[in-house]
């Protein structure tokens, strides 16, 4: 998630997250969760992924996601037009720490930062975090376009059996995120669901964020994407 504040169009209708459960890529789910649940489910290797973007069941663009590698096991992923800085935690933690949104030009910082993966969830566990939400001019560090609070609930869902293109089954740790951010200007609210398949890494993802500014005014995005493996 990288929030802009610098253009809106009017909100349509909310409604529920793309029917990704409707279609033929996914498989039972299976609730012995005996998947590990750290950050070694996110394979990072420095390199470009290709994700296919779903709509309506079927495959409509591929896009490329490029991943880097920084100091202390900090990685940077940039996909569409948006970056994020992420962090891997000795104990097994995967961490959002801030995300850039270039075409907007909007860097959003979370303090501390945002559970990804949180090592030894049960299946069925969940954790509430709380944080503070800077949002800057990617040109201006020192300005400030919006600030507020963030709260977010992380949970582990049951292992689901999980298609990729070109007809690769695997079995996927799936966690879920809600996030609400109440800020000055603004009110986000996102939710995404995360598949992630050991020695592969984030495999499908399934996103939707609905953005309010100044009263009537927002917009939604959701996307549905898939790791062609």
């Known amino acids: 998630m990288a929030l802009s504040l610098t253009g809106c169009a009017r909100e349509r209708e909310p409604g529920p997250l793309p029917g990704f459960e409707a279609t033929q890529w996914l498989g ?48 940077r992923t940039v996909i569409e037009g948006q970056r994020a800085a992420l962090v891997r935690e000795q104990d097994g933690d995967l961490l959002l720490v801030q995300t850039t949104d270039y075409p907007n030009n909007a860097v959003t910082t979370f303090e501390p930062p945002l559970p990804l993966i949180i090592s030894g969830m049960a299946v069925g566990e969940q954790r509430a975090t709380e944080h503070s939400v800077t949002v800057r001019p990617l040109d201006d560090a020192a300005a400030l376009i919006d600030r507020g609070q963030a709260t977010q609930t992380l949970q582990r869902r049951s292992d689901q059996a999980l298609r990729l293109p070109h007809d690769r089954m695997d079995r996927a740790a799936v966690f879920e995120r809600t996030l609400a951010l109440d800020l000055t200007r603004a009110k986000v609210n996102e939710t995404n669901r995360a598949w992630y398949v050991p020695d592969l890494g984030l495999a499908a993802e399934q996103s939707r964020e609905q953005v309010k500014v100044l009263g009537p005014l927002g917009w939604t995005h959701e996307r549905l994407m898939l790791r062609v493996p």
């Open 28 to 75: 039972e789910e299976q609730s012995t969760g005996d998947l590990p649940a750290g950050a070694s489910l996110e394979h990072f290797q420095a390199g470009r992924r290709e994700f296919a973007i779903i709509v309506d069941g079927r495959v409509s663009e591929i896009i490329e996601m490029d991943v880097a590698s920084a100091p202390n096991d900090s990685w």
